[in-house]
């Protein structure tokens, strides 16, 4: 075995490098290469200096900052600082040109200073960095009185007394690193020294403890239990791997380099002994390290800062306690668990700390934060399965903040333990220059922007009804990374498996499956396909299905693009998205009522139900398929259609035929007659008059003029279907139809009190109308949005039929408080509505109508 | 020597780069465009809200080629990046000056 290299085997600092290389092959690395650094350099130094003033009285020299801390890394500044007695000052240049010059020709940067004792202190003054550069004085040669003297008088000016200006000093400059290198770590390309979880966090820690509670180091703070044992365990080994990073980076850069640039991740994943595997990169191994243990460093600075604040709060801000559930409190605007012993018994505590912190908008306290970390072993399986768990899970994931809350319960390690599938996306990174986060913060980030959507597309998020879904969906659609290709569809079937844990519904299930699963599915057609090509927007709106569909997933969308970095969103790609948003929500809105959209493949379909229908019917029946558009045949199954077609024999004796049902969900009507202006309003009239509230209508037209109108209900005022007059409701149609029921005073009568309900603390919707003539070949397309109300429809077809218009088609949608109706129309003269006063005049008698109240 | 600049539609690119590689072109710059030329900029209404797209999103490519090859990559490029519809795109020719390495210094032809 070789014998150890010490200092004095090199002659003079300019060996320094030789000296470096010779550690370095001997094995040393970690902290003990940086001790040997700075003995070395302490020893040439000390020689030097000693050579020139043999008695050292006088004069010190003391190494101040990271070289003071013995922490010598191979391109680390040299801080220096020669101190000397105003009655020696003769003798000072000799000694600078022994002590100093030596050290310019290493090549490194020396930071150095020749000071009284006074004259440092004037400096202290001032300068908070040479006051906190002063905490690692360190005496490499000379006067041991000199020394000391300036540490008694630096100690008794500013330390004793002045704990708090300098934990604000601290806070300040914590703040001001965070703003300029990113509040996380997880950054693409960290900064090993000043980034969030870096060397600057620890030394401020340190710091700090040191003038807080005079502790001198991480061992001191774990005896004053300051850090748990398994807290100090953890930041060491974090702490250890950061020296070897940043001894490593600095020689493989040749330079005084802190940050982990992306050219030398590679470099540095093999140098620590990272390789290849089927699944993972080496360096993705590498940088997942390394973001873990910057993790580390940011959770416990974290903890530490808020903990030292509170031990030197001010007491102003002591206030009374508020209990919001047993063992959970408000106290100084921060949620306290009572009592750290209750989490044991009571598991279903971990979550409803974060509920509470979800629901008030205040943070965990520190104290609380440690207890649920230390405790998470009690997070099992019944807790997983709890349905009230997860019921106040998906709470808090609609609540206002949920990116705030989710963070918490990430860096708790709660988040990972109440879902292990999410362990194994916790910092985990992905080598390219797109992904700016790891995938884990990828992921709350999402959150963050699907947060942020809500008001921003606020049109598109109204479509949304169960935001609860579209917010796992966000915080679950790279749960199948880590794995190699094809994550979509393996994080779909993860999320499917985390759902039925936490008793989602099967259309729940259903909708999150799809959303991850086609997370990159818009995208990717966007960029790739012809938006032009109407056979790929069919395609996709049957991939998609649904309107709410199709607005979860553009949302999550851009959400997941505008979370992974800065180069993936802009608004090229965002103009192509929405191009391709609007072409699929266009076909999916209009599905059963446009025609020539569905070209090739409706065309077949109809075909197919025209056979269909002539089997059915009995032989004998001559039938004319004229008279059916393509659209109509293929709203209804073939057996219904038989049904219209026999129906309609009875319209030569009667004025209208009524049928009605009980559905799943509403009540079916079918409505038949000889079409004749205003058909449709008085049908609407009467409905109203029943109470009976139009959810949605199919209304068809034969080419002979028989009125094939189907209409879902539901009764504003009973549940029960047998309740209804039905009698009563066939009776009045018959009178309204013949022309014999004065359906406007009746209404006005009967809605008088209705209209005068009091609106709600919702917000009204403006009222809105547009007539479309590009929309249809045939038809001018009317689309009116309002608020809905009783009546509201007969008020529209009225008013439609008072100018005249024929409605050919009409799809009526009701949605929470707000009617989409759409109709299909001509003028009485069978022509589009082109001519511009007259748009203009319907429009307008349109808006009155449905704002008449 | 000359530059050709062509503006095509996006998912037109894979089928137009591919098509360059196959005559030979190694080296191309692309960038994300917006523009509008005769296929107008639209507005679109969707439950009441309009959406305006005014500029049409294309891809442009810039392609440095020596002058006797320019007929065969603005014909390879035509091919590829033709669906016969509106806003297929357009294509430039321009001279060029001079073509330099910067690694190496090289000029003219052999820094293509």
């Known amino acids: 075995m070789q014998t150890a290299i010490e200092p004095q085997d090199f002659t003079g600092l300019q060996a320094r490098r030789q ?48 070289f003071g801390r013995k922490e010598l890394y191979p391109f680390s500044d040299i801080d220096l600082m020669l101190l000397y007695d105003p009655a020696q000052k003769e003798k000072l240049p000799g000694l600078v040109e022994a002590t100093l010059y030596p050290l310019w020709d290493t090549g490194l940067e020396v930071g150095h200073a020749v000071r009284t004792v006074d004259e440092c202190m004037a400096a202290a003054a001032e300068d908070f960095f040479f006051r906190v550069a002063m905490l690692d004085a360190r005496l490499i040669a000379g006067s041991v009185s000199l020394y000391t003297q300036l540490t008694e008088i630096y100690k008794t000016e500013y330390i004793e007394g002045r704990r708090r200006e300098f934990l604000d000093g601290m806070l300040e400059q914590r703040i001001k690193r965070e703003n300029q290198y990113g509040r996380h770590t997880y950054l693409l390309e960290p900064h090993i020294k000043e980034s969030c979880g870096g060397f600057r966090d620890i030394q401020s820690m340190v710091w700090t403890a040191q003038v807080v509670f005079g502790l001198k180091d991480l061992t001191a703070m774990r005896q004053a239990g300051l850090l748990s044992l398994e807290e100090f365990k953890k930041f060491e080994k974090a702490q250890d791997y950061l020296i070897r990073i940043r001894n490593r980076l600095h020689y493989l850069s040749d330079r005084k380099n802190d940050q982990l640039f992306f050219e030398h991740q590679e470099e540095m994943a093999q140098a620590f002994g990272f390789t290849n595997e089927k699944d993972m990169l080496a360096v993705e191994h590498f940088m997942r390290e390394v973001y873990g243990h910057m993790q580390t460093i940011s959770v416990t600075t974290d903890l530490f800062f808020e903990h030292v604040e509170e031990v030197l709060g001010r007491e102003d801000e002591q206030k009374m306690a508020k209990i919001l559930e047993p063992g959970i409190e408000v106290r100084n605007n921060k949620i306290h668990l009572v009592n750290t012993e209750l989490i044991q018994s009571k598991p279903q505590l971990f979550m409803r700390l974060f509920y509470q912190s979800a629901r008030t908008g205040k943070p965990l306290h520190f104290r609380t934060r440690k207890t649920i970390t230390a405790n998470l072993y009690r997070v099992d399986a019944n807790l997983r399965h709890s349905r009230r768990n997860a019921k106040l899970f998906l709470a808090l994931l609609v609540a206002p903040e949920p990116f705030r809350v989710l963070e918490e319960m990430l860096d708790t390690g709660f988040l990972t333990a109440y879902i292990p599938e999410l362990a194994k996306v916790e910092s985990l990174a992905q080598h390219d220059v797109y992904h700016v986060f790891t995938v884990d913060r990828h992921l709350l980030q999402t959150i963050n922007e699907l947060q942020q959507l809500i008001e921003e597309d606020a049109n598109t998020y109204a479509e949304v009804n169960s935001p609860h879904i579209l917010f796992l969906a966000g915080l679950l659609h790279d749960v199948g990374k880590g794995f190699g290709q094809g994550h979509a569809d393996r994080g779909a079937d993860l999320a499917r498996k985390i759902g039925e844990r936490i008793g989602l519904k099967t259309e729940e299930l259903d909708t999150l499956d799809f959303l991850v699963r086609n997370h990159l599915f ?13 056979e790929l927007i069919m395609r996709c709106a049957r991939r998609v299905n649904t309107e709410e569909k199709l607005a979860m997933l553009y949302l999550l969308t851009i959400a997941d693009a505008r979370a992974t970095g800065p180069t993936v969103w802009n608004d090229w790609k965002a103009a192509l998205l929405l191009e391709l948003y609007l072409k699929i929500a266009l076909v999916l809105g209009r599905r059963d009522i446009s025609g020539h959209e569905q070209a090739r493949s409706a065309k077949l379909g109809a075909q197919w139900i025209r056979d269909k229908v002539s089997e059915l019917l009995p032989a004998g029946d001559k039938i004319n398929f004229t008279l059916f558009s393509d659209d109509y045949l293929l709203s209804f199954p073939p057996e219904v259609i038989v049904e219209h077609i026999t129906n309609a024999k009875k319209l030569d004796t009667q004025d209208v035929l009524i049928f009605h049902e009980q559905s799943t969900e509403s009540w079916s009507l079918l409505v038949m007659a000889k079409d004749r202006p205003g058909l449709l309003a008085r049908i609407f009239g009467v409905l109203a008059l029943h109470n009976l509230n139009v959810l949605a209508a199919k209304i068809f037209t034969w080419a002979d003029g028989t009125a094939v109108d189907t209409i879902e209900v539901s009764s504003a005022i009973s549940e029960v279907y047998e309740w209804q007059d039905w009698a009563a409701m066939e009776n009045e149609l018959h009178l309204a139809i013949k022309q014999r029921l004065g359906l406007e005073h009746r209404l006005n009568q009967k809605l008088a009190p209705l209209r005068s309900k009091p609106l709600g603390t919702q917000k009204r919707l403006a009222a809105k109308v547009t007539i479309d003539n590009q929309a249809s070949e045939l038809y001018s397309v009317i689309e009116v949005f309002s608020e809905d109300r009783i009546g509201i429809l007969y008020d529209i077809t009225k008013t439609l039929s008072d100018f ?50 | 020597m000359k530059k050709i600049e062509a503006i095509i539609k996006p998912f037109k690119l894979d089928d137009v780069k591919e098509a360059l590689n196959g005559i030979g072109i190694k080296g191309m710059t ?27 999103p294309k891809v442009k490519l810039e392609i440095i080629v020596d002058t006797p090859q320019v007929d065969e990559v603005i014909e390879t490029i035509c091919q590829a990046a033709k669906t016969g519809k509106i806003g297929d795109g357009k294509i430039f020719v321009l001279p060029v000056d001079e073509v330099i390495r910067v690694r190496t210094g090289e000029k003219g032809k052999e820094a293509i």
Do not use: M
């Open chain 1, 19 to 66: 000296a470096l290389d010779a550690y370095w092959q001997q094995g040393i690395s970690g902290y003990t290469l940086l001790r040997k650094h700075s003995d070395f350099v302490d020893h040439h130094l000390a020689s030097n200096f000693e050579k020139s003033v043999p008695a050292g009285e006088g004069f010190a020299l003391v190494a101040l900052g990271g």
């Open chain 1, 522 to 534: 818009l995208s990717h057609t966007a960029q790739r396909r012809d938006l032009e090509d109407e």
């Open chain 1, 804 to 853: 005249g218009i024929s409605i050919y088609r009409a799809r009526i949608g009701t949605k929470a408080d707000q009617i989409v109706d759409v109709f299909y129309v001509l003028d009485n003269d069978g022509k589009k509505i082109e001519d511009p006063a007259f748009k203009d005049e319907l429009q307008q008698g349109l808006l009155y109508a449905v704002k008449n109240e």
């Open chain 2, 30 to 56: 692309i960038s994300e465009v917006k523009g509008y030329g005769r296929q107008k900029g639209h507005k679109e209404i969707y439950r009441g809200a309009e959406y305006i797209v005014d500029f049409i």
